[in-house]
C-alpha cells in the first residue's frame, strides 16, 4: 500500500506578518496630515488673506466710483447708462463730468437734495398766500364783499413785500427760487384758471374757505340753516315759561287771596263786636271797598283777580252778610259779621294756639317732675354711701 504524503500546516507567525504588511501598505504616513500647531496657524493665515483681500476690493471700488466723471446732461437716457460716467442725478446739471444742483437743491455726494431753508421759507410764503387769499373768499361768501379769483402776476408782486423776503440778502438766484418754490405750492394747494387773456388766476378752495369763516358768519348760517328746528325749540321753551308763570301766579293769588280772607273775617269780626260795646252806637257793617283799599298793596290793586277771589271766598262764608247800603248818597256793598249763633274765627285760631302752649306747659311740667325725681334719687344714693 502506498502511503498518501500529508500536508505541511501553516504557521501563524507568517500569516500575521502578511496582514501587518498590507496594513502598512494601505494605511497613509503620519507626517502626511499637519499637527494641530500647525491647523491654526494655517487658518490664522487664511483670515489675514482674505480681509487684506477684502480691504484692497472695497479702496479700489470707492477711489474708482469717485473717480468716475458724471454724464452729461443732454446725452441720450441709454448712453448715460455706461460704465465709464456716473448718470447725471435728477434736480441737477451734467457738463463735462461736473455736476451742478439747480437752484433749491445742495448737492449731497452723487445726488441733489432740498434745501431746507429755501423749503422752510418758501413753505411759510404759500401759508400766509393761502390764508390772505381764503379769508377773501370767506368774506365773499359771508357778506359778500371781497375778491374771489387773483393773477399769478398779483401774487408774484406780493411777494416781493412779504417779511420773509427781506431776510433773503442780495442773493438773487436764492431770491427767485424761494419765489418760484412758493408759487409752485401755490398751485397745488389753490384752484387755477386762464383768464380771458390768458393769464393765471387763482382761488381759495369752497371746503378750505370754511375754516376761515368769522364765528359771527359760522352762527348766522347756523341759524338759517336750522331755523325751523330753532323756532319750534323757542317756541316750546317760551310756552312753558308762560305755562310756568301762569301756574305760579295762580299758587301766588290763592295763597294771598285766604291770607286777605283771615285779615277781613278779624276786622269784621272786631267791629261787629266793638259795635256792640259801645250801647249800639257803632256800625257794625264795613264797606266792601274801603277794608280792598285798607288791606291790598298799591301794585296788588293793579290785578283785579286777587280781590275777586277774596270776594268768592266771602261769598261762600255764611258768617258774612253782603248787601247793598246807601252810604254818603252813594250805593256801597257792605259786608257784616254775623255776632250772635257764630262761630268766632279768632278764636277757634286763639284755641289752637292754647292747645299748643298747654301741650308744651305739660310737656315742660314732666320734664321737670323727671328732673326732680332724679334729684331725689341721687341725694338718697349719696346719703346711703356716706357712714
Same mark, same amino acid.
Given at each position: 500500500?502506498?502511503?498518501?504524503?500529508?500536508?505541511?500546516? /501553516?504557521? *501563524?507567525?507568517? %500569516?500575521?506578518?502578511?496582514?501587518?504588511?498590507?496594513?502598512?501598505?494601505?494605511?497613509?504616513?503620519?507626517? =502626511?496630515?499637519?499637527? /494641530?500647531?500647525?491647523?491654526? $496657524?494655517? @487658518?490664522?493665515?487664511?483670515? @489675514?488673506?482674505?480681509?487684506?483681500?477684502?480691504?484692497?476690493?472695497?479702496?479700489?471700488?470707492?477711489?474708482?466710483?469717485?473717480?468716475?466723471?458724471?454724464?452729461?446732461? #443732454?446725452?441720450?437716457?441709454?448712453?448715460?447708462? !455706461?460704465?465709464?460716467?456716473?448718470?447725471?442725478?435728477?434736480?441737477?446739471?451734467?457738463?463735462?463730468?461736473?455736476?451742478?444742483?439747480?437752484?433749491?437743491?445742495?448737492?449731497?455726494? *452723487?445726488?441733489?437734495?432740498?434745501?431746507?431753508?429755501?423749503?422752510?421759507?418758501?413753505?411759510?410764503? %404759500?401759508?400766509?398766500?393761502?390764508?390772505?387769499?381764503?379769508?377773501?373768499?370767506?368774506?365773499?361768501?359771508?357778506?359778500?364783499?371781497?375778491?374771489?379769483? &387773483?393773477?399769478?402776476?398779483?401774487?408774484?408782486?406780493?411777494?416781493?413785500?412779504?417779511?420773509?423776503?427781506?431776510?433773503?440778502?442780495?442773493?438773487?438766484?436764492?431770491?427767485?427760487? +424761494? /419765489?418760484?418754490?412758493?408759487?409752485?405750492?401755490?398751485?397745488?394747494?389753490?384752484?387755477?384758471?386762464? #383768464?380771458?387773456?390768458?393769464?393765471?388766476?387763482? /382761488?381759495?378752495?369752497?371746503?378750505?374757505?370754511?375754516?376761515?369763516?368769522?364765528?359771527?358768519?359760522?352762527? $348766522?348760517?347756523?341759524?338759517?340753516?336750522?331755523?325751523?328746528?330753532? +323756532?319750534?325749540?323757542?317756541?316750546?321753551? @317760551?310756552?312753558?315759561?308762560?305755562?310756568?308763570?301762569?301756574?305760579?301766579?295762580? +299758587?301766588?293769588?290763592?295763597? $294771598?287771596?285766604?291770607?286777605?280772607? #283771615?285779615?277781613?273775617?278779624?276786622? =269784621?269780626?272786631?267791629?261787629?263786636?266793638?259795635? *256792640?260795646?259801645?250801647?249800639?252806637?257803632?256800625? %257794625?257793617?264795613?264797606?266792601?271797598?274801603? =277794608?280792598?283799599?285798607?288791606?291790598?298793596?298799591?301794585?296788588?290793586?293793579?290785578?283785579?283777580?286777587?280781590?275777586?277771589?277774596?270776594?268768592?271766598l266771602v261769598q261762600d262764608d255764611s258768617r258774612v252778610d253782603r248787601y247793598p247800603k246807601l252810604v254818603k248818597g252813594e250805593s256801597k256793598? &257792605?259786608?257784616?259779621?254775623?255776632?250772635?249763633?257764630?262761630? !268766632?274765627?279768632?278764636?277757634?285760631?286763639? *284755641?289752637?294756639?292754647? @292747645?299748643?302752649?298747654? %301741650?308744651?306747659?305739660?310737656?315742660?311740667?314732666?320734664?321737670?317732675?323727671?328732673?326732680?325725681?332724679?334729684?331725689?334719687?341721687? =341725694?338718697?344714693?349719696?346719703?346711703?354711701?356716706?357712714?
Amino acid at each position: 500500500m502506498s502511503s498518501t504524503p500529508k500536508k505541511r500546516p /501553516k504557521s *501563524k507567525h507568517n %500569516s500575521y506578518s502578511k496582514n501587518s504588511s498590507l496594513n502598512s501598505i494601505l494605511e497613509p504616513p503620519q507626517s =502626511l496630515f499637519p499637527s /494641530k500647531g500647525e491647523f491654526l $496657524r494655517l @487658518i490664522t493665515v487664511l483670515a @489675514i488673506a482674505s480681509a487684506v483681500a477684502l480691504s484692497c476690493n472695497y479702496f479700489l471700488t470707492f477711489f474708482t466710483s469717485t473717480s468716475k466723471p458724471f454724464c452729461d446732461s #443732454n446725452l441720450d437716457p441709454i448712453d448715460s447708462f !455706461s460704465d465709464s460716467c456716473e448718470p447725471c442725478p435728477s434736480n441737477g446739471k451734467c457738463y463735462e463730468g461736473k455736476l451742478e444742483c439747480i437752484y433749491g437743491y445742495r448737492r449731497h455726494g *452723487k445726488l441733489c437734495i432740498e434745501d431746507r431753508d429755501i423749503d422752510e421759507t418758501a413753505k411759510k410764503l %404759500s401759508e400766509s398766500v393761502e390764508a390772505g387769499l381764503c379769508e377773501a373768499y370767506a368774506q365773499v361768501l359771508c357778506y359778500g364783499t371781497g375778491t374771489v379769483w &387773483v393773477r399769478e402776476n398779483d401774487i408774484w408782486n406780493d411777494l416781493d413785500r412779504h417779511n420773509l423776503m427781506q431776510n433773503v440778502g442780495s442773493d438773487h438766484t436764492t431770491y427767485v427760487c +424761494m /419765489k418760484r418754490r412758493a408759487m409752485e405750492t401755490i398751485a397745488k394747494l389753490l384752484e387755477t384758471r386762464a #383768464n380771458l387773456h390768458g393769464l393765471h388766476e387763482f /382761488k381759495c378752495p369752497d371746503a378750505l374757505a370754511e375754516h376761515y369763516k368769522p364765528l359771527t358768519c359760522r352762527f $348766522r348760517e347756523l341759524v338759517s340753516k336750522h331755523s325751523l328746528i330753532i +323756532m319750534l325749540i323757542c317756541a316750546g321753551l @317760551i310756552g312753558c315759561a308762560v305755562l310756568l308763570l301762569k301756574v305760579r301766579q295762580r +299758587m301766588y293769588i290763592s295763597a $294771598r287771596a285766604e291770607e286777605l280772607y #283771615n285779615q277781613v273775617c278779624d276786622m =269784621l269780626e272786631e267791629n261787629a263786636l266793638g259795635s *256792640k260795646n259801645v250801647d249800639g252806637e257803632g256800625e %257794625s257793617w264795613v264797606v266792601a271797598s274801603w =277794608l280792598r283799599d285798607h288791606l291790598l298793596l298799591p301794585r296788588e290793586r293793579k290785578d283785579p283777580q286777587l280781590w275777586k277771589k277774596v270776594e268768592e271766598l266771602v261769598q261762600d262764608d255764611s258768617r258774612v252778610d253782603r248787601y247793598p247800603k246807601l252810604v254818603k248818597g252813594e250805593s256801597k256793598v &257792605v259786608w257784616e259779621w254775623q255776632v250772635e249763633g257764630s262761630l !268766632s274765627s279768632s278764636g277757634r285760631r286763639k *284755641k289752637g294756639e292754647g @292747645i299748643e302752649l298747654k %301741650s308744651n306747659e305739660g310737656i315742660n311740667t314732666n320734664i321737670n317732675q323727671s328732673s326732680r325725681t332724679l334729684k331725689t334719687v341721687d =341725694l338718697q344714693a349719696l346719703g346711703d354711701c356716706v357712714p
